[in-house]
């Protein structure tokens, strides 16, 4: 995300609908942020959501036994190499 600080910023300089929120004889501090598209924030629940499904694949939660035992010969059998 890009972010513009400017420190001290002329008020008068502000367009005119900003220079009505501020004192326009004293500078400002102007913080500008970038929107990032809304296909690409995740949500609260989102971010929650994978953190559970990592957690329950580290701790075999959701997987098959006879996926756990394919897993489990699959790493034997590179030792066998």
Same mark, same amino acid.
């Given at each position: %995300?890009?972010?513009?600080? &400017?420190?001290? =910023? ?30 690409? +924030? +995740? ?6 959501? %994978?953190?559970?499904? =990592? ?14 035992? &394919?897993?489990? &010969?699959?790493? &034997? ?5």
């Amino acid at each position: %995300m890009n972010r513009i600080v &400017r420190d001290h =910023y002329p008020a008068e300089r502000l367009p005119e609908d900003l220079q009505q929120l501020v004192d326009p004889n004293r500078p400002v501090r102007i913080v500008i942020e970038q929107d990032e598209p809304e296909q690409n +924030k +995740k949500t609260t629940d989102d971010l929650f959501a %994978m953190i559970e499904a =990592y957690r329950a694949t580290i701790h075999g939660e959701g997987i098959s036994r006879d996926e756990a035992v &394919r897993r489990i &010969r699959d790493l &034997r059998d590179e030792w066998d190499d």
